[in-house]
């Protein structure tokens, strides 16, 4: 699993949060995502690389402006992950 955080420009309210997040959900194939207007980001859990030019673009024609994106591998964390 892949976790991808967008840095985001222009999101002001949770109503610019969920249309982050239909955006996303509805472009890519994602297990989660959740933006937050207050950090300005956008996080999303994948399985695969999320292609970021196309989210550059598609973010760019709702009226946002993506200024960087980071990918690192994610592991979930249960709820028995102590002492891993």
């Known amino acids: 699993m892949i976790k991808t955080t967008l840095k985001i420009d222009g999101m002001m309210c949770g109503m610019c949060e969920a249309h982050m997040n239909d955006l996303i959900r509805k472009n890519f194939k994602v297990k989660k995502v ?3 207007a207050k950090s300005g980001e956008t996080v999303i859990i994948s399985e695969d690389n999320i292609d970021t030019e196309a989210a550059k673009k598609a973010i760019k024609d709702i ?5 960087s994106a980071t990918s690192e591998p994610y592991e979930k964390k249960g709820l028995f992950h102590f002492g891993k």
Do not use: Q, V
């Open 63 to 67: 009226g946002y402006e993506m200024l």
């Open 34 to 36: 959740t933006s937050s």
